[in-house]
């Protein structure tokens, strides 16, 4: 039987999501968006759009919009995201160019503090050895090692614009980096050979790049690779193999948590159903510290006891509780409680705040998984409130039960855990949203009270979130800095899902919260006035004001408010060719920059040592006389310490044999070498 189409005053309702409206195959344009599912504030927007085209027809009232065509219902039409962009370069980019040594040191210290903290997926301590012995002894490691590095330089590279930090360099080299890093892990072959821990960790880092430029089509669609080839791997289960060191064992629990907290964002990004569940994960929660600290007793305490760690962490997570899960599990109050107070005298510090983001993604994904999929369509709507229930008293557990050192309630612009604050704070209050989004609509009058009471109490929740993320965002140009930057990769979704909740409230005319709708209007017109400050040198946020200031004033026109105190800068008239936004020149094409690299057979270069020479241009790399043979060159597995081979300027990471590379975290041993196990 067919179902009518809903109609414009239920646009907080589930229904249509096993629908399509429009031919996505039509036009690229379309292809770029793709489906756009009901958890995504393209999708809020869009029934929004409709609501007040509805009204006007009513009323008539606005003839002028009507003729105006920068917004039209299709999802594509109204998606602020970047994926219609190209991201191939058009100048030739050399394989294994790698920048000079001063700028990979700012590129990779950046990254670890902008990227890591968030997104743990590298074993820092390892990778940061192996970095530095990669350009102190200049010898080319496996092509995953550098496309690794290559995906660090091109995170970094896009956050030094978005930051605007004094040394960026041209706005077109993050995706030189991902061009080289592509070539080096996703060309030929690449995709058909099975994947090890490494390529999982080349498609992680991509896909989390991807976000960070607002390419959430094609990071979503890399993210289910990197999940799969994760999961193919079984890091996604807890691992009781003697042949990998606790140590190890952690790095690659981090790995797994670091993709599903990826996966779980463009899940709700793009109202797609995501490729992994709540029930496909028994892979311990990460321990609370970060990496440097697992060499310590309190780590090694907890990572060679598992019962323990239990007792101290796992029990303590409010997602723990999801019944029918390999992570649900039932514990004593006593146990409950002393594993809470445990966690509670933890000092804030990134392994902390990854902990409870953790924790907290697992609750957003049964959203998803239980209100937003398809299978929930013809639920009654008491098994709706329940579930909505059952999740909330989750989130509000979560809350409830956060260690002190992350109260994200008091944030002061000098607090040492501000980063982390702001992290969970915008999480948080996301969770929210998405939880209490189905409930804010316009309520028939012939609704039973208890529905309209729970829909109400729900629609304050998401509405409380919005205007929550409204205060968070300053109110001036504050710029972002390394030190000081939060979640700037999904910032601006943030700020989306916020206002695009607050103008669907004032489209309803401020029906669940009539006391409060002047205050209201002032943090959505916050949050349009933060867009616009941003899209002078963004194109996302750009196209993101130009959605909501539009969409405030042609509410504005119709219930009368003012909007006269917002910018009113004309509208960009289509969207701007890729060279005004990348502003393309490639890094290869300055002067001296690079020496040309002889194409050599893949066969042959396979048997080829290869020589570094390093200059102020950057890194060289030329092929080696074929007579000369390896110069030097230390065996991986041998016993000759890191950087102490024959000569000042070979290490074998050895091009013969990539099993360095390829084990993606070796071991290292107490005196210093490199354990590579058969």
Wanted: some cysteine; overall charge negative; proline content about 6%.
């Amino acid at each position: 039987m067919e179902r009518p189409p809903s109609s414009p005053s239920s646009v907080g309702s589930l229904d249509a999501l096993d629908q399509v409206e429009d031919d996505i195959n039509l036009t690229e344009e379309s292809r770029a968006t793709g489906h756009i599912g009901k958890s995504s504030e393209i999708t809020w927007m869009q029934r929004l759009r409709k609501a007040a085209e509805a009204r006007r027809k009513e009323s008539a009232a606005d003839s002028e919009a009507t003729q105006d065509g920068i917004m039209s219902g299709q999802p594509h039409d109204l998606n602020y995201h970047l994926d219609d962009l190209d991201i191939t370069v058009s100048g030739p980019v050399q394989r294994y160019w790698v920048p000079p040594r001063p700028l990979a040191d700012k590129l990779f210290e950046t990254y670890l503090l902008v990227a890591h903290p968030y997104f743990p997926i590298i074993n820092r301590s390892l990778f940061s050895d192996q970095y530095k012995t990669f350009f102190d002894s200049f010898a080319l490691p496996g092509d995953k090692w550098m496309a690794i590095l290559n995906m660090i330089f091109a995170i970094a590279a896009n956050y030094a614009h978005v930051a605007e930090l004094n040394w960026r360099g041209e706005p077109q080299d993050h995706l030189v980096y991902l061009t080289r890093a592509r070539m080096l892990s996703m060309d030929g072959d690449d995709l058909f050979c099975h994947p090890d821990l490494q390529q999982v960790q080349v498609e992680g880092l991509i896909a989390f790049y991807l976000l960070s430029t607002d390419q959430i089509h094609r990071a979503w669609r890399i993210s289910a690779l990197a999940i799969r080839s994760a999961v193919s791997l079984g890091i996604n289960l807890k691992n009781n193999s003697q042949a990998v060191t606790s140590v190890s064992k952690e790095i690659r629990n981090r790995v797994w948590w670091s993709l599903y907290a990826i996966e779980n964002k463009l899940g709700m990004m793009t109202g797609r159903p995501t490729c992994m569940s709540v029930n496909m994960c028994s892979a311990p929660f990460p321990l609370p510290w970060d990496e440097i600290e697992l060499l310590g007793p309190s780590a090694a305490l907890l990572l060679n006891d598992p019962i323990l760690r239990d007792k101290r962490i796992n029990i303590a997570m409010a997602s723990s509780h999801i019944p029918g899960t390999p992570m649900g599990r039932s514990a004593s109050t006593e146990d409950m409680r002393a594993a809470r107070f445990w966690l509670q005298e933890q000092p804030a510090s990134p392994g902390l705040c990854f902990l409870y983001s953790c924790d907290l993604t697992m609750v957003t994904q049964e959203v998803l998984d239980r209100v937003y999929a398809i299978r929930c369509l013809n639920r009654h709507w008491a098994y709706l409130r329940d579930t909505l229930a059952e999740i909330q008293e989750k989130v509000d557990l979560w809350f409830s039960t956060l260690p002190r050192a992350l109260d994200f309630t008091c944030v002061e612009d000098d607090d040492i855990a501000y980063n982390e604050k702001m992290r969970l704070a915008f999480q948080y209050h996301g969770a929210r949203i998405l939880l209490g989004r189905p409930c804010l609509c316009r309520h028939k009058t012939s609704q039973p009270d208890e529905k309209q009471e729970f829909n109400q109490a729900m629609a304050l929740s998401a509405l409380d979130s919005a205007a929550q993320i409204a205060r968070l965002i300053p109110d001036g140009q504050v710029p972002i800095s390394p030190h000081r930057n939060g979640p700037w990769w999904c910032l601006l979704h943030s700020v989306m899902q916020a206002v695009t909740i607050m103008i669907l409230e004032i489209s309803f005319g401020s029906i669940h919260m009539p006391k409060g709708e002047n205050s209201l209007l002032q943090l959505t017109k916050k949050c349009v006035r933060w867009l616009h400050r941003t899209s002078e040198s963004n194109i996302a946020s750009r196209r993101a004001w130009q959605l909501c200031d539009m969409a405030l004033r042609r509410l504005a026109s119709s219930m009368g408010f003012q909007v006269s105190d917002l910018s009113s800068h004309p509208y960009g008239q289509g969207k701007p060719p890729t060279n005004d936004y990348f502003g393309f020149s490639p890094l290869e094409s300055r002067k001296g920059s690079v020496v040309q690299v002889k194409e050599e057979d893949q066969n042959l270069k396979k048997e080829l040592a290869v020589c570094f020479s390093s200059g102020p241009d950057g890194v060289h790399i030329t092929a080696p006389d074929s007579k000369s043979g390896l110069l030097g060159a230390v065996p991986v597995g041998s016993s000759a310490p890191v950087g102490d081979g024959v000569g000042d300027h070979t290490f074998a990471y050895c091009p013969l044999d990539q099993d360095f590379i390829q084990t993606f975290f070796p071991e290292l041993e107490v005196d210093g070498t490199l354990y590579v196990p058969t």
